[in-house]
Each structure stands twice: as structure tokens, then as C-alpha cells.
């Protein structure tokens, strides 16, 4: 069997048993999506790390809604984690240079550093009606 597209809502709380829940349903998509082990490499580490950015920044390590959706293309798949949480000012992007080396990061901005050296595509937008959507696309 091979997933072509899946959506996943829940309420996760800020503990290590709900994360690794939410997670391994995720992988196991990941996992019947496609075969090539670099795109799923790339595609759990950026649901990793999207999903703690929305848990330690959206909810403040508070528990919140997060959305999981995914689908197959031809020649790519595509990603997409959206929260409910207190959202991401994305102007700050265009005054941060998040192509630079990782010695001009300044405590901030790991992830979404990670996220976009792992995807082909990244684009972060507001969440309707309150919180942040961040959507990527990965080769396969």
C-alpha cells in the first residue's frame, strides 16, 4: 500500500509520551508515502522539528491543537504543520539571514534553519484564524 495523501488534527500535550504518539503516526505515513530513504530522513526530521516549534513556541510547552498533512506528487511530497498557538511574526525572516552558517545563529532559529536545509521549498504563513502554517516540499 502506498499513502497518497493523509491529515492528522490533534491535541497534544507538552509531555514525551503525547509527542512520541503524535510522531510515530506521522513516520508510519512517511514510511508508506515512499521508499526513498532521503526524502523520509528529511521528512521526520522536519515533522520533528516543526512539531516542537509549535509546542515550545506556539504554546509556550503548553498542550495545543497541531494539524499534520502530507501528500504525495509525482516528484515531490509536500508537508504541511499548522498550530493554533500565539503565532510567528514572519517579517522577522526577511531581517534574519537563515541561509548563513551556523556560527551566525544566535540562539534562535535552530529549527527553522534545520527545516529549510532539509526541504526544497519552505513557506511560512499565518494560520486563520490565529496561529502559524509552515508548508515544505521534499524531492522523492
Request: hydrophobic share 35%; proline share 2%; charged share 25%.
Amino acid at each position: 500500500m502506498q499513502i497518497l495523501s493523509y491529515k492528522l488534527d490533534a491535541f497534544i500535550t507538552f509531555d514525551k509520551d503525547s509527542i512520541e504518539n503524535f510522531l510515530v503516526l506521522c513516520e508510519d505515513v512517511i514510511c508508506k508515502m515512499t521508499s526513498d530513504q532521503k526524502a523520509i530522513f528529511k521528512l521526520k526530521s522536519a515533522t520533528h522539528e516543526l512539531l516542537v516549534n509549535s509546542l515550545e513556541h506556539g504554546y509556550r510547552k503548553e498542550a495545543g491543537n497541531v494539524s499534520f498533512q502530507i501528500k504525495k506528487h509525482p516528484d515531490k511530497i509536500t508537508l504541511e504543520m499548522s498550530d493554533e498557538g500565539s503565532g510567528f511574526d514572519t517579517s522577522r525572516l526577511n531581517s534574519e539571514n537563515h541561509d548563513t552558517d551556523l556560527n551566525s545563529i544566535n540562539g534562535r532559529g535552530w529549527g527553522l534553519m534545520i527545516i529549510k536545509r532539509l526541504s526544497d521549498s519552505m513557506e511560512i504563513t499565518p494560520n486563520t484564524p490565529k496561529g502559524t502554517k509552515i508548508s515544505i516540499s521534499v524531492s522523492v
